[in-house]
């Protein structure tokens, strides 16, 4: 099996708070005006990216993996996490705020869902005017104190507010509590885990007339109380190189802005790479094909690649690698 830059078929998720910038921003094909996710990328039980470009077209990300685990994911991903896709790659528009949410921690995750933790990083890519994101408590709150602004109704009083625009970046740990606000179209790169801890939905009701289930008793020991100001990434944006943006432990993300061809050292790695186009559009050439790649738009290359160019008058693209 010939291995080249992939292509995969958006996973489109209708969503209470979704709306309509996934096609009008980014040219998704939704049929919905309630579009809230655009899954690129993903290994998800059920939810299995397929292959949309080349002779393996049709092909799911998993059967891949299966036939070529080293060849695809790298030696030291296939020796971390076997068979199972750590990455997943989504754009999130939220024309509403999204619930009031946070995310177990690996051990957490394993023991009670027998699942990856949730790590994850936000770029906003685009925001109406006055636009924010919840991230994390405005001063250190006790699990006491917590509990009662739940039953009190008051949670809002306690959280951090951040107003965004193009390009602002965050990195948002395991038991940090947070929320995408209404007005922001974002690129979302995380853990492979679809565990979510639901605290607060505004009381809102879905189209049957429900309410969303809450995970308020599960949270309690997941969620980090203290006030940290660790969440906003600065990074450089210097043209026609790599700027480091994230490094954790379960991904590592740059950030290139290139007016002319770059390419990249994949000589030192053991790991797939992945590019998110953010803003204009390239040619991804490899040893093993070429893809052009715009706005909207999410390639994988294998970790067998033995060299990758990007060619481009103007492009705007998030590198992820483990």
């Known amino acids: ?27 998704k094909p939704i049929e919905s005006d309630i579009t809230g996710e655009s899954w690129e990328l993903s290994a998800v039980e059920g939810d299995i990216s397929t292959v ?39 754009f999130i528009d939220a024309k509403q705020d999204l619930s009031i949410q946070l995310h177990p921690n690996d051990e957490l995750a394993k023991k009670r869902h027998n699942s990856f933790g949730k790590t994850e990083m936000w770029y906003v890519m685009d925001a109406d005017p006055g636009a924010n994101l919840i991230v994390g408590f405005n001063k250190n709150v006790t699990k006491e104190e917590y509990s009662e602004s739940l039953e009190n109704d008051t949670l809002l009083d306690l959280l951090n507010y951040e107003e965004v625009k193009e390009g602002d970046t965050f990195f948002i740990n395991t038991g940090k509590i947070h929320a995408i606000g209404a007005g922001v179209l974002l ?10 801890y639901r605290v607060f939905d505004f009381n809102r009701k879905d189209k049957n007339g429900n309410l969303r289930e809450l995970h308020t008793d599960l949270a309690l020991d997941a969620m980090d109380y203290d006030k940290k100001d660790d969440f906003k990434v600065v990074y450089d944006q210097k043209s026609d190189t790599v700027n480091s943006m994230v490094d954790c432990p379960y991904f590592k993300t740059n950030f290139l802005q290139l007016d002319n061809n770059l ?23 490899t040893n093993a094909g070429t893809v052009a790649i715009q706005k909207g738009e999410t390639v994988l290359l294998p970790a067998d690649s033995e060299s990758i160019s990007i060619e481009t008058s103007g492009v705007k693209l998030l590198e992820v690698t483990v």
Request: glycine share 10%; hydrophobic share 40%.
């Open 1 to 27: 099996m010939n291995l080249y830059p992939f292509k995969f078929q958006p996973i489109l998720k209708e969503r209470l708070w979704g709306g309509t910038k996934l096609k009008e921003v980014l040219g």
């Open 52 to 90: 949309a470009n080349g002779p393996l077209a049709g092909t799911t990300l998993q059967q891949i993996i299966d036939q070529q685990p080293e060849g695809l994911l790298g030696k030291d991903v296939f020796d971390r996490f076997g068979k199972d896709f750590p990455i997943l790659i989504k």
């Open 187 to 196: 690129a979302e790169i995380q853990q492979t885990s679809d565990i979510t």
């Open 263 to 285: 390419s990249l050292d994949v000589k030192a790695r053991s790991s797939f790479t992945i590019l998110m186009c953010v803003g204009g559009s390239a040619e991804i050439v």
